[in-house]
Structures are given as structure tokens and as C-alpha cells.
């Protein structure tokens, strides 16, 4: 994306590496060698290096011209940007307050997504979801309810039982009376399907107040 951290050049600059015999960290060329590119771009006006970043650890910069990364990125062959795209989505799971920041659980996701994985990308934007519910952020959050659905499907009925529930309480704010009675219903029978009679319960609920 337009934004990017140095912590995450070095893991893509990793991609497919086998660690060193000795991996010191006082003597790493790697980060030495993207240390040295990142100042080159800065020094020539490509990237912006940001006063504070939001990883801890690792410097956050900015490229100042957008079409430059595009045209870079689709001179990319499709199995390289896969593969770097899971990289980066990687190095970003294992950053402080990801999962609990909306604009990053979405940036998780659409690396995911990019990457080909789409369950680990529909949990991720199932989590972006519920943050951008919870500052009623109700267009956001149906727009990520509904791609966190479609890429989960069936293989995680926890996760969509729930967010079947929050997705429906956020198209009945939009509106969107039929849609949330669709998703209540769905809700019920994998309720009944699995004996969760607390769930049915709840789905209930949720259709006799749509129906009111």
C-alpha cells in the first residue's frame, strides 16, 4: 500500500530465505541493505520517512507519488505479488494492536485477500468488522460483514453464527430490513442445525423485532 513499515521491506526482502547459520542481530545485512535503500528514496523524493510510526520497533514511511507504487507493483508477475503480499499480511500479524485498529484488520485482509488465502482473509475482515460496528460505523462494517462472509463460508460456523447476528443488527441501522431478515434466518438454522438453542434463541429475537 501507500504506506509501509521497514520491519516489513525486511521480510519481504526474506521471501523464500533460509536464516543464516548464525542469525546476529548486531551484524544483519539485510536490514542494513534497506536501511541504506530507504534513505536513497528519501534523499531522492520517492517516500517520506513519518515522524512517529504506529508499530512499535519499526519506522513507518509514505510513498509521496501513488502512481509510482502502482506502476511498480503491476510490473509484478502474479505468483511473485502472491507470494509478497503473504509476506506482508505475516509480518503484520505479528504487530502490536493490529487486531484491535479497523484500518489495519482491513489492510491485513485485503493482503490476504491478495495473497489468495480467503479464510484467513474473511476472518480478518469479520474483525474489522465488529471494530467498525463498535464506533457505528454501520456502512463499513456491512461492507466488511459481507466479504468476511463470503470468504469464510462454511468452514467456521463460530465465526459465522456471530458475525450473521452483528451483520444483521448492522443492516436493520442501514435499512436494510429484508437483508437482515435473510441473515437472522441463516442464523437460526445453524443454530438448529447444532442444537445452539441460546443462538436460536437470539435469532428469534432478532426476526420478531424486524417483524414488529
Same mark, same amino acid.
Given at each position: ?21 548464525l542469525w546476529s542481530i548486531e551484524d544483519d545485512e539485510d ?24 508499530f512499535p520497533g519499526t519506522h513507518e ?18 505468483? +511473485?505479488?502472491?507470494?509478497?503480499? =503473504?509476506? %506482508? ?31 484467513? %482473509? ?6 474489522? %468488522? ?50 437482515? +431478515? ?13 442444537? +445452539? ?8 429475537? =432478532?426476526?420478531?423485532?424486524?417483524? =414488529?
Amino acid at each position: 500500500g501507500s504506506v509501509f513499515w521497514r520491519g516489513g521491506v525486511v521480510a519481504l526482502l526474506r521471501v523464500d530465505e533460509d536464516a543464516p547459520d548464525l542469525w546476529s542481530i548486531e551484524d544483519d545485512e539485510d536490514s542494513e541493505r534497506v536501511d541504506e535503500l530507504l534513505e536513497d528514496l528519501v534523499e531522492r523524493d520517492y517516500v517520506l520517512k513519518l515522524p512517529d510510526s504506529t508499530f512499535p520497533g519499526t519506522h513507518e514511511y509514505i510513498f509521496k507519488h501513488n502512481k509510482e507504487r502502482v506502476a511498480i507493483e503491476t510490473r509484478l508477475n502474479a505468483s +511473485l505479488r502472491r507470494s509478497l503480499h =503473504r509476506a %506482508a499480511a505475516d509480518w503484520m500479524e505479528h504487530q502490536q494492536s493490529v487486531h484491535s485498529n479497523e484500518e489495519y484488520c482491513a489492510m491485513l485482509a485485503r493482503h490476504r485477500e491478495a495473497a489468495g488465502d480467503e479464510y484467513a %482473509a474473511g476472518l480478518a475482515y469479520l474483525r474489522a %468488522a465488529n471494530l467498525a460496528r463498535s464506533r457505528y460505523a454501520t456502512t463499513k462494517a456491512s461492507e466488511y460483514y459481507q466479504h468476511g462472509l463470503e470468504f469464510v463460508g462454511d468452514r467456521a460456523v463460530v465465526w459465522r453464527i456471530e458475525a450473521l447476528h452483528n451483520h444483521g443488527d448492522v443492516l436493520q441501522l442501514n435499512g436494510r430490513i429484508e437483508d437482515a +431478515l435473510f441473515a437472522f434466518e441463516e442464523m437460526l438454522t445453524l443454530a438448529y442445525r447444532l442444537d +445452539l438453542k441460546a443462538k436460536g434463541g437470539a435469532a428469534h429475537n =432478532r426476526i420478531g423485532r424486524l417483524y =414488529r
